[in-house]
């Protein structure tokens, strides 16, 4: 029988893993896998059990959580040699990647995607010394998944980054950001954030990078320049609808190298897969085909 590790989050989605944790364990064992389990128990604890569970030569890791466990999971597992595939039951806040994939939040039927073996790889971002795989980001609206409480998150989900964001909109002001790949510069102007994406589904938009796609090694940047309040909240609308591209205040482009850096003198912090992840200057790359993922 093969061995499967559970990672798992034991406070996302309302503490729901640690509730059905006995059902995950019988799904996992009617879908051929012996797995054992390891309740996370703080910042970095599912990295360094990722990395202990691919040195132990488990053939499956499942990550169970929001998409920040999934996030210390893939960094745990990125770069070894031999990496197992990776399972996904998601049970955070947004869920951007199992969203974008189409795995279901019902945990039976996750499980059932593990069950079918349906297995995709995909591609990661290597963002200096971290991987990200779903989102990373620069500006002050990126500080939001972290400066809401976990508790609240807990207690009002999505809703707790809606308010956050409106706390915030008045304080937005603008850097100075210089974007090149490896051929010529991109941009190089004031800006209130910049995203690069892998997949399509980025903080609950479903269509923020429309063009997107997680096997094509490719990422998806896209820019909002310098805006005041109403354009951002006009932009925000647009994003809902996967209009934004198209307009005037919005760079939008794909590329598989990326080098940003800014002369405003600030301290522009990097937001990987909802977790803190460095300053600027970074350099960005994409690894075509780095994970193999249960799809369904």
Partial sequence: MKKARLIYNPSSGREIVRRRLPDILDLMETAGYETSCHATKGPEDAT??????VSRGYDLIIAAGGDGTIYEVVNGMAGQKARPALGIIPCG????????????????????????????????????????????????????????????????????????????????????????????????????IFLIANSRSVGGFEKLAPQADLSDGKLDVIVVKKANIAEIIRLATLAMRGDHIKDPLIAYFQTDYL??????????????DGELGGQLPCVVEALPGHIELFVP
Avoid: W
């Fill in 259 to 272: 080098k940003a850096t800014t002369s405003s003198g600030e301290q522009v912090q990097l937001n990987l």
């Fill in 48 to 53: 360094k059990e990722a990395a202990r569970a």
């Fill in 93 to 192: 806040t947004t869920n951007d990647l199992a969203r974008a994939i189409g795995i279901p939040k019902s945990i039976s039927r996750s499980c059932d995607v593990i069950k079918r073996g349906k297995k995709k790889r995909i591609d990661l971002g290597k963002i200096n010394n971290r991987y990200f795989i779903n989102i990373a980001g620069g500006g002050y609206l990126t500080n939001l998944t972290y400066e809401v409480p976990s508790k609240l998150k807990t207690m009002m989900g999505q809703l707790a980054y809606y308010m956050k964001g409106l706390e915030k909109l008045p304080s937005l002001h603008p850097i100075r950001v210089k974007m090149e790949n490896r051929k010529e510069v991109l941009l190089d102007e004031e800006i209130m």
